[in-house]
């Protein structure tokens, strides 16, 4: 199922954004976070500054995908809490699927272990290049936008009165 999100993007037209966006430059959670606040209308000189520690698996630490935390805080923006007697709990069941589906469809959700690398060291830089996995890298960047904006889409219909 494609939602509409806003009445504007789909929420593969999100995940087409999100890679587009990494392949013009932009890294993996800068892109995925502006593609999902974007489509909301959020516009912000922080995004996607805010990501930015957060790309090539944790600042090249071998950690979860920055795809998927760049696609969680965009899952923030929509579902997150502004008070303590709010809920998290639309924002957990948020992300508890975003996880589970890009596992699913990918295997993993560390950097390391998707790519078959590690960015932290120039040996893993190197094969990083040799096997052109930046193409990759945006596949997963697409796929966590389009996941992320398709669950924000379906909570938020199921919120409405």
């Known amino acids: 199922m494609d939602e509409t999100t806003r009445g504007q993007k789909t929420a593969s037209e999100i995940g087409r954004t999100a890679a587009d966006s990494f392949l013009s430059g932009l890294y993996c959670a800068e892109s995925a976070l502006l593609a999902v606040a974007e489509a909301r209308g959020t516009r912000s000189e922080l995004i996607p500054n805010i990501a930015t520690g957060f790309c090539s698996g944790m600042a090249r630490t071998c950690g979860t995908c920055g795809a998927l935390t760049g696609a969680i805080m965009g899952i923030g923006l929509a579902l997150g809490r502004s008070a303590a007697a709010e809920?998290?709990?639309?924002?957990?069941?948020?992300?508890?699927?975003?996880?589970?589906?890009?596992?699913?469809?990918?295997?993993?959700?560390?950097?390391?272990?998707?790519?078959?690398?590690?960015?932290?060291?120039?040996?893993?830089?190197?094969?990083?290049?040799?096997?052109?996995l930046r193409d990759r890298c945006a596949e997963y960047t697409g796929k966590a936008a389009e996941i992320a904006a398709r669950v924000i889409a379906e909570i938020e219909e199921e919120r409405r009165p």
């Open 87 to 132: 809920s998290v709990e639309p924002a957990y069941r948020a992300v508890r699927q975003l996880i589970a589906e890009f596992e699913e469809e990918f295997g993993a959700r560390d950097c390391h272990l998707l790519l078959g690398c590690d960015l932290g060291t120039p040996e893993g830089q190197a094969v990083f290049r040799e096997k052109g």
